[in-house]
């Protein structure tokens, strides 16, 4: 009888997660309901799963997990709304007839179109629209009227009734649960509309009856229409969605049929083989061949030649790749280059990516450098035919911050109050009624989906048309997107390529080309197992030097690797995995480190077993990677690698909450117990099992990870300042713009601002000079800024001020800018002589257009005219940096205020281990995290005057005491603390230092400052 059923899916209008609609169901005795968002088909894939794993079994009222069973089946549709209007409601037949509602809505999405009051002719799709926006003998066959309970005595008195009366349905719509989920509703409309609470229109919000009621009530109220009551029932009837979940709906073949998949990934991979191993040895070629075996058992070859096809067009590009992931735990993945790891040099566990008890395809992830991506997904979309392919969903969630400002604003709150609400929530959660409320429905709020986004880089490719599981977003100049996220496909069985963009591959693309037009040398970048011997490289992961190298470059990571003294490739492997947020709070980092140094000085240590030992025993019996979770599960747990692998996904995500990872864990415990394993011994394995709950690594996605931070650290070691520029360039590195640069300039080089004559739009280099690219110039537009180069390039350098003007059309405001930065300097001119000029020739824009159209046979300079000498100092210079760049080109520390330095700098830490120091830093950057017990915390990353980096601990009281006060340089005493040969500060006293006055009767200060300092 519920034919128009929302869940928070229906964004910002419905109060209900998916599993509350099915408890509603149960709590009412419903056995069949109509899934309709309004305008999406987000939900109804968790709303099957969720059928399946409650439905009873074996002719038992229990599920598969022995919990108390409850029936329900659905059926799908769509609400479709142009605003706040019901235009109707579109409900599937079948699943051709949800094909159809699909394939409609992403029409209008990919248009942009506003969808038609009237629905299109469907043949297996039911329409209804509301009572009184139709005349029934209007309607078509497969068209109805629905009916609301607050329109029954209207239809007491229309005519049409009589003799349309089987055109007529009960519409009760269910979009909350109580009168609280209706509060929430309506604060959801107010801030979807972006107003007021209290200026909320009736026609922008639900009924308050808009909840689920028995069907038995439902049917008691409209007890005086029987036909209206058959009509709906058999319109429920009549209307099903029929998937089996977890069969494998992708791509079946590459090639058109299986027979020949399977021939070109044997003979392709056999070759790779042939060149990549020794055939002779009868090990490796086991593994090749068992790795075949479970491919074709498994019917995963189109998996593998999809990938393979879609890396042979990126080689043919030139577009550089990494194939990572647990991929590269595949020997025919390395063999097909599907990646560059080899998984035998590093003993990777096959059984993480595939095994034969695996019924879901292996999950390939492919980073390409941004720029080349687009270019990826053309060909995905033209290979595949846009029917088969779009990008994967994801929902985004409101997160408690976004939730209070939300409110903040529908409640009527001042900005001011607002922030201080959201920064300082404990304090001020009690403070009125109003911050009551706003803190109350902030809970309810939480965690609701908010709107549909897009994967980071999942890609669906199905053997049927995508249309078939789901309407689509079309994001502005965007690919086309499904409704439904990650977890969501796999339980419907469509698996996504992750065809991923990143910037570090982008900088080794851009460092390359630097070296080649700099240096004019041609480099190599993919001899990997050279760079492992180069003791370059080595002395730069030791010293923790590697500022712009991928993945190595936070100063979580640069501590990391000192503490571990790395200088090889399986320490750095190893150091990638155990850096993540699981590993590292759960004290397994530290046992790491510490039993790496045992080892390292011939010492041994104690596992918290022999057989788990025995299992890690490259990683001192600490778990570090995801496969491990599937080692101790099927090796210490005897678990089947089934159950291992549910175990090892449900530790990340909204997984681990389902009936099924539970059982899973319970099965654990009761195995363990059975094989005579001490309860301390159980708890221990069970905890670091837990702690790859917050994000671990595949010992492959590690090792992926190593190979690209090898390249970046030998372009660093051997061409520093070209690396710079690569890093610089591509906008995508841990730390901000202006410390590459400071990096740049302690590798040697020179910092030039921007020149119209040499800088491009992008940042350059000639030699060992810098040039900064007008692409950083904060307010520089960018068709400016790419016009200048352009024009150079084509018509030579610019001779003077006036030619600039005469060939780059700028306003007033641009060439300012310009001249502000010191663009200009070749004319040996003042700014503000330049500045005059500017004026003076674009203050009349007729007269210059006139100008420009009595075009001259000769580019005359225009007549010098003496100006009075206008001073200007250095200090001017820095702030107009700071402004337009965002950061001085001097050395910063000439803008403090005071002379004051402190007692040590950062190269003398070592020495003063154990003693309270002062010291001034300049913040490069900082970390906001808490302790165990929630208490909020920091790290800080600074350099001193020498420009020479140190770090520094806040705990609670002091972060409490003396908290962070934005960028700029901060005075601070603490004591020096020393772990595994890493000096750092525990700050105890933390002020932050003023900056020089702008004022210009104060420059005299700073010019006198200058000479006594090293600037840059």
Not at 675 to 684: P, W
Not at 967 to 988: C, L, N, P, Q, T
Not at 996 to 1016: A, D, L, P, W, Y
């Amino acid at each position: 009888m519920y034919l128009n059923c929302h869940t928070a899916f229906s964004f910002k209008y419905g109060t209900l997660q998916v599993e509350d609609l099915f408890n509603e169901a149960k709590r009412c005795g419903v056995h069949k309901l109509i899934l309709t968002e309004i305008n999406n088909t987000a939900s109804y894939i968790e709303m099957l799963r969720l059928c399946a794993e409650k439905a009873p079994v074996n002719g038992s009222n229990l599920t598969a997990f022995g919990k108390e069973a409850y029936e329900l089946e659905i059926a799908v549709g769509v609400e479709f709304r142009n605003e706040d209007q019901l235009l109707f409601i579109a409900i599937a037949q079948n699943n051709d007839g949800f094909e159809e509602i699909n394939r409609f809505l992403s029409y209008h999405n990919l248009n942009s179109k506003a969808l038609p009051n009237r629905a299109p002719v469907f043949e297996n799709v039911f329409v209804i629209y509301p009572f009184g926006t139709l005349e029934p003998d209007l309607l078509r066959l497969n068209e109805f009227l629905g009916v609301r309970i607050h329109q029954i005595n209207h239809l007491r008195l229309y005519k049409p009734y009589v003799t349309h009366i089987t055109k007529f349905v009960i519409h009760h719509p269910v979009t909350f649960a109580n009168k609280i989920h209706f509060n929430v509703h309506r604060l959801l409309r107010s801030i979807d509309k972006n107003t007021l609470l209290s200026k909320l229109t009736e026609e922008q919000q639900a009924l308050p009856t808009e909840i689920m009621m028995p069907e038995e009530k439902l049917v008691e109220i409209f007890s005086d229409y029987p036909d209206l009551i058959e009509n709906t029932q058999q319109l429920v009837n009549r209307s099903s969605i029929d998937f089996e979940l977890k069969t494998d709906k992708n791509k079946k073949t590459l090639t058109g049929s299986e027979e020949s998949d399977w021939d070109l990934l044997v003979t392709t991979a056999w070759e790779g083989f042939r060149n990549r191993y020794d055939v002779s040895q009868p090990d490796l070629r086991e593994r090749f061949q068992r790795e075949l075996n479970i491919i074709k058992g498994k019917r995963f070859c189109a998996y593998y030649l999809i990938a393979y096809d879609l890396l042979q067009f990126a080689r043919q590009q030139g577009f550089d790749y990494v194939g990572r992931g647990s991929g590269a735990n595949s020997v025919v993945a390395y063999c097909l280059e599907i990646t560059n790891v080899d998984p035998i040099e590093l003993d990777l566990y096959f059984e993480r990516f595939l095994n034969s008890e695996r019924t879901t395809p292996p999950d390939f992830d492919i980073d390409f450098s941004w720029d080349n991506r687009d270019a990826i997904y053309d060909y995905i979309f033209s290979r595949y035919g846009s029917d088969h392919v779009c990008l994967l969903g994801t929902h985004v969630t409101y997160q408690k911050k976004s939730v209070l400002r939300e409110l903040g604003k529908v409640f009527g709150l001042p900005k001011e109050e607002i922030d201080i609400i959201v920064e300082e929530p404990d304090r001020h959660k009690n403070r009125d009624h109003i911050t009551e409320l706003i803190f109350k429905y902030a809970e309810y709020i939480k965690d609701l989906p908010a709107n549909i986004s897009i994967h980071a880089g999942g890609v669906l490719i199905t053997e049927k048309p995508i249309y078939a599981y789901t309407a689509i977003q079309f994001p502005p100049k965007g690919y086309p997107v499904s409704h439904f996220e990650m977890h969501n496909a796999e339980d419907i069985g469509i698996f996504k390529f992750d065809i991923l963009s990143q910037r570090g591959l982008g900088h080794l693309k851009e460092t390359v080309k630097h070296v080649k037009r700099n240096r004019g040398i041609d480099v190599n970048i993919h001899r990997f197992y050279d760079f492992k011997k180069d003791e370059k490289i080595k002395k730069l992961l030791r010293d923790s030097k590697a500022m712009g190298c991928f993945y190595v470059e936070s100063p979580a990571m640069r501590m990391l690797l000192g503490k571990l003294r790395c200088e090889d490739y399986l320490t750095l492997v190893a150091a990638s995995s155990i850096i993540r947020p699981g590993v590292a709070r759960s004290g397994m980092m530290r046992t790491y480190i510490e039993r790496f140094h045992l080892v390292s000085n011939g010492g041994k240590y104690e596992a918290i077993h022999e057989k788990i030992n025995e299992l890690m025993k490259e990683t001192y019996g600490v778990m570090v990677y995801q496969e491990d979770v599937i080692k101790v599960a099927h090796h210490f747990a005897n678990m089947t690698l089934t159950e291992a692998d549910v175990l090892r996904r449900g530790m990340s995500g909204k997984f681990r909450s389902r009936e099924e990872f539970q059982r899973i864990e319970k099965s654990f415990f009761t195995n363990c117990k059975k094989l005579g394993y001490e309860q301390h011994v159980i708890d221990r394995v069970w905890y670091e099992i837990e702690s790859f709950s917050g994000y671990s690594f595949s010992k492959g996605h590690s090792a992926s990870y190593a190979v690209e931070s090898y390249q970046s650290l030998f372009l660093k070691a051997h061409y520093p300042l070209e690396f710079m520029v690569g890093v610089i360039n591509n906008f995508g590195g841990f730390y901000r713009t202006e410390f590459y640069f400071h990096e740049a300039r302690m590798s040697g080089a020179k910092i030039n601002a921007p020149c119209v004559n040499r800088s491009d739009h992008l940042t350059t280099i000639y030699g060992d000079e810098i040039f900064i690219g007008f692409i950083h110039l904060k307010s520089l537009e960018n068709k400016v800024a790419e016009l200048i180069p352009y024009e150079r390039q084509r018509h030579g350098e610019y001779t003077s001020f006036d030619n600039f003007l005469k060939r780059v059309p700028a306003g007033l405001e641009q060439v300012r800018i310009l001249i502000r930065l010191g663009a200009f300097r070749f004319t040996n001119k003042s700014k503000q002589r330049l500045l005059w000029e500017a004026m003076l020739y674009l203050s009349n824009q007729n007269a210059n257009k006139k100008k420009a159209q009595s075009t001259s046979l000769f580019d005359t300079e225009p007549k010098e005219y003496p100006l009075p000498k206008l001073n200007r100092q250095p200090l001017e210079d820095a702030f107009d940096e700071i402004e337009l760049l965002g950061f001085p080109l001097c050395d910063p520390f000439l803008l403090l205020e005071t002379t004051k330095r402190g007692d040590t700098v950062a190269k003398e830490l070592m020495q003063k281990v154990g003693q309270i120091v002062t010291i001034v830093g300049y913040v490069v950057t900082t970390k906001n995290t808490s302790t165990l017990k929630g208490e909020p915390m920091h790290f800080g990353t600074f350099y001193d005057k020498d420009g020479e980096v140190f770090d520094t601990v806040h705990f609670p009281n002091v972060t409490k005491r003396y908290p962070f006060r934005g960028r700029g340089f901060y005075g601070m005493r603490g004591k020096v603390v020393e772990d595994f040969g890493i000096a750092s500060i525990e700050v105890e006293y933390m002020k932050k230092l003023p900056m020089v006055s702008k004022r210009i009767e104060q420059t005299k200060e700073f010019v006198e400052m200058s000479k006594g300092h090293k600037t840059f």
